[in-house]
């Protein structure tokens, strides 16, 4: 088996930045990626036999863990059916149906391939809907690549310090109003000067592209009443937050009901699935029932419907207070010991979620993200994975802790946490 090293001088020859999704890349943290050769549980085994604790689970889907037994068995068997059908197939009903009960602000959703189709369509129908073409997003916000979003997202285009995208038309990106995040104040301000234009809202309901930051009291509440206050539409992009920080995912939690919501990650259980649902009277208007078009040749595929089926069957049972409780005090550790090295250092946890921003005070918007210390972070990466403890490669992402992370897997982190020299 080729290394790791090998195989990625071989990757960039044959694929852009050798990989196929820029923040893998490491080039933020002067690294170069560990190619995988399995995983098992919290665990990942890169190519060149080296054990990792794996706190990114595929940047989210794996909340099981990797391989699950269920969910794997599931997959088989769906795929000695046969990979894809372009028809209809029962379990796409079967997981629609789990999610609408899931979800208390779905209805109805339609199944796509990714989180960017889920929140490009659900864009669309809002627009549809409003007869309006204005979008607000929050710096440092991300919703996947489609033009509209491309505009202070977070995540890969933060990581790679992308203020926007060559190729993405002015004209598109005017469309895009911008907020700061947590910032109530200005989001009022711009819907008293352009709310007859805006058709949605959409936001992270807990921002994990800029690093962790949670909404402070009263946001997400705000949103709900000013965008109903000028008929406009509120877009949840649950895609991270879906099944993770509760089973009905934030709208759950936080008791808002939006009117759209987006989805993916978790529901595909590892496999390519992403979703857009909400209120009746809203996907009534996707094709074919309505005007909206929306399509996928893959969309419902029969292997991804199993994979996310068998995922949020099992998620409906799972223990989420536990696991939050078990995050929340590996958080204040690893919060500890890294203090105790003389370095200024938050470490934020909400539900199954964590970050380190090496800042002396609290992170509440993406420009308090961009003002804390890269440097610090990429020496806590390295040394870290040196230890074999696989953290995302970015101070602008999140740390996902999986049902089935140990008391050693935690140890284990913090004792290479203890070992770090700044
Ligand atoms: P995908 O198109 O990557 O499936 O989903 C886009 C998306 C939409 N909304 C939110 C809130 C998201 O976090 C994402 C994608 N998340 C990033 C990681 N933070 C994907 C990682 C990558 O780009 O490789």
């Not at 599931?74 to 059908?85: D, F, K, L, Q």
């Not at 285009?157 to 700061?180: K, M, N, Q, R």
């Not at 800029?210 to 949840?236: N, Q």
Request: charged residues 15%.
């Amino acid at each position: 088996m080729p290394t790791s090293s090998q195989l990625f001088a071989q990757a960039c020859t044959l694929i852009p930045g050798g990989v196929n999704s820029p923040v893998r890349a490491c080039q933020h943290v002067d690294s170069q990626p560990l190619f995988i050769a399995c995983g098992q549980g919290s665990h990942l085994q890169d190519v060149d036999g080296r054990d990792y604790v794996d706190f990114v689970l595929s940047w989210g889907p794996m909340i099981l863990g990797h391989a699950q037994a269920s969910v794997t068995r599931a997959v088989c068997a769906a795929a000695a059916r046969g990979a894809s059908y372009g028809a209809p197939c029962p379990d796409e009903v079967a997981l629609a149906r789990e999610l609408v009960q899931a979800l208390p602000g779905v209805d109805m959703v339609r199944m796509v391939n990714s989180g960017t189709e889920a929140t490009m369509s659900a864009l669309r129908l809002a627009r549809a809907v409003t007869g309006r073409d204005k979008v607000l997003k929050f710096t440092g916000c991300y919703h996947g690549h489609a033009d509209a979003f491309l505009a202070a997202a977070g995540s890969g285009l933060a990581t790679l310090s992308l203020p926007g995208t060559p190729g993405v038309p002015a004209a598109v990106v005017a469309d895009t109003l911008l907020a700061p995040y947590n910032d109530l104040a200005a989001v009022e301000a711009i819907f008293d000067r352009q709310g007859q234009d805006i058709a949605a809202v959409i936001v992270e309901p807990v921002a994990a592209n800029m690093g962790l930051v949670p909404p402070i009291d009263g946001f997400l509440r705000g949103l709900r009443e000013l965008t109903a206050a000028h008929g406009s539409l509120l877009i949840f992009d649950e895609v991270i937050t879906g099944f993770r920080v509760a089973f009905g995912g934030a709208q759950e939690r936080f008791g808002i009901d939006p009117d759209l919501t987006t989805l993916g990650k978790i529901i595909g259980g590892g496999l390519p699935v992403g979703a857009f649902g909400g209120k009746r009277s809203f996907m009534e208007r996707i094709a074919p029932q309505g005007d909206v078009y929306q399509a996928g040749t893959l969309s419902g595929n029969p292997l991804a419907m199993a994979a996310g089926l068998a995922t949020v069957r099992l998620l409906a049972t799972s223990p989420y207070a536990a696991l939050e409780a078990r995050t929340a005090r590996f958080a204040q550790e690893l919060q500890a010991v890294l203090a105790a090295k003389g370095v200024p250092v938050q470490v934020p946890a909400l539900a199954s979620m964590f970050c380190v921003f090496f800042s002396e005070d609290p992170v509440c918007n993406y420009a308090d993200a961009t003002h804390c210390d890269q440097k610090l972070f990429t020496t806590f990466y390295k040394q870290m994975r040196a230890k074999g403890i696989y953290l995302a490669p970015s101070g602008y992402e999140t740390g996902m802790v999986s049902f089935v992370h140990s008391d050693d897997d935690f140890t284990r982190a913090l004792d290479a946490a203890r070992a770090v020299r700044f």
